[in-house]
């Protein structure tokens, strides 16, 4: 599994933005449209970075004239390469991708203040429990990884985060429910107030 995270700023010049939006409107043209639909600058760039990022595996892996479509949960693939596995996500002034040749998801977050009614929404009773809530961070932390976790399974927002809890000392992520297994995780601080993480399906560590 490889993970590829860059700055939106990459494309804020009008030249590198031109020339980026023609690149997403051949293999993407659902992308394109929402994009110039976007009124707010960097909603725009992220979404551009977003799609830049699928463009560049597909010239990594050679695919000619990719096509990106969208599943009926709203999750991007390869037209024609059911073998190439790939999520993205975006915040602040930065957009992630992992891919590879098995399912992954993905997820990045700003730290931001959690509130006890957020905090509930992402947290079931046991773990409400275990954080404390003056610890913003460590809350984020859990959400990116639950977030990641619904983005792999490929069922996005209708997935309730309280019907899954992390374990933090075994790197692992499962529904409470045993509808959807266990899966491994990682996390990451690319910046002081951003996290990172990315969860898959493995026996192997990640």
Known sequence: MKIVIERISKYNKV???AEALECVRAIEPERYDR?????????????????MLIKDICDKMEIADPKVL??????P????????????????????????DKPVGIDIQETRNVTESFARRI?????????????PKAICRVWTVKEAYSKLLGIGLSYDFRDCVVDTEE?????????????????YRPAPDVYMSYVMYTDNEI
């Open 171 to 187: 790197k692992t992520i499962s529904d409470i429910n045993g509808a959807y297994g266990k899966a491994m995780y990682r996390s």
């Open 35 to 51: 994009i110039v639909r976007i009124k707010s600058e960097d909603n725009r760039l992220r979404t551009l970075s977003a799609g």
């Open 123 to 135: 947290l079931n009773e046991s773990e409400y429990d275990m954080y404390d809530m003056s610890d």
């Open 15 to 17: 030249d590198k933005y």
């Open 77 to 100: 693939y390869i037209e024609g390469h059911p073998e190439v596995f790939f999520n993205i996500s975006h915040s602040g002034p930065f957009v992630v991708m992992a891919y590879g």
């Open 70 to 75: 969208r599943d009926e949960h709203g999750k």
